[in-house]
């Protein structure tokens, strides 16, 4: 774990670089099915309803199970995640960006998901994150995400499927803090498990899966 602390360094460009790089190898170990990741919301939702997902990698499984039933949008910074995205769900609508550089008109949403990448922004851009998924959230509306359990100021590590990557989080308690503070009211918070094992370990990570509602 190396602080990541280097004011010359892009890590932004990192996390691009590196998931452009190991795009296949995430993929392969990615589990193939949604299932409890989404149970929660989707018999929250009408068939239709828009849909943003944020960081959505290959679009497997999660935009995939939901642009069966609803209209998705996927953001992704790397070019080989989003390319594979437009491959697997071909009804979605993706963008190559960093999710901090993108607009959408208030309300545009009726739930934003975020599986495993909000840790890939530095954690000083977490609560504008929030603030802006909240805008562009209907009222009402839902914001399903994938958090951390500890607090690390920005770090990377060598080895994320043989690429170096950059991670950054609060810890729990942090999160609802904030994301009371912003205007959502937790609907729930439980554990997802890990959706993906690195390297010969098998799914043993433990990440909070948490459900918000737009007050
Ligand atoms: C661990 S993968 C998760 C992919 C997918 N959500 C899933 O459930 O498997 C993290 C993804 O977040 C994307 N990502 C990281 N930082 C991002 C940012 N600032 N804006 C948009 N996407 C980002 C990465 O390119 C990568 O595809």
Redesign the pocket.
Known sequence: MNPAIDPKMDY?AL??K??DTC?QA??KS?KAEAGA?LLRLRDRLHEGDAVL???????????KALAERFNVTG????RE?IRRAQQNVPTGNFTC?????LRFPPASFSAV?????IF??PRE?HSLLFRRIHRWLAPGGLFLC?LSHFSEEGYTEDGFFSVTMYWSNYRLSGYIEILSRTGFMLVQSESTGS??AESAQEFTEDHPLVLAQKR
């Open positions: 932004k996390v691009r590196g998931y795009a995430y993929d990615r990741e997902d944020i960081g959505c990698g290959a679009g497997v499984p999660i935009a953001v992704d910074l790397s995640m960006a960093d999710i901090m550089s998901v975020a599986f495993y990448s890939h922004l851009e994938t959706g993906y």
